[in-house]
């Protein structure tokens, strides 16, 4: 049974920073790829920035430069270090692991970018 357990959502300024966190627990995972996506009111889900076991990384173009996705494999970890947050960037943020040809979500966690 996987689970996937998020924290450091929050409110902040614009400009201002947040980290986020996912830790996942079950059995070791093999390949997979594991990250963020966010959904905010009336617009769909989309992929913030995943890592995979391999190595490589993925941002949305609206995040690249500002965002960075970064794991610890002792911990079965992803962090997302969010800087230079804009308002636009306000949504529920929900944790993903994609492995063995299944997905698992976080319960997400909420960030709000307002002076």
């Known amino acids: 049974q996987v689970q996937l357990v998020e924290s450091g959502g929050g409110l902040v300024q614009p400009g201002g920073s947040l980290r986020l966190s996912c830790a996942a627990s079950?059995?070791?995972?093999?390949?997979?790829?594991m990250g963020w996506y966010r959904q905010a009111p009336g617009k769909q889900r989309e992929l913030v920035a995943v890592?995979?076991?391999?190595?490589?990384?993925n941002y949305a173009d609206s995040v690249k430069g500002r965002f960075t996705i970064s794991k610890d494999n002792t911990k079965n970890t992803v962090y997302l270090q969010m800087n230079s947050l804009k308002p636009e960037d306000t949504a529920v943020y929900y944790c993903?692991?994609?492995?063995?040809?299944?997905?698992?979500w976080g319960q997400g966690t909420q960030v709000t970018v307002s002076s």
């Open positions: 890592h995979t076991s391999g190595g490589s990384t």
């Open positions: 993903y692991l994609n492995t063995r040809g299944l997905n698992y």
């Open positions: 079950g059995s070791p995972f093999g390949i997979y790829v």
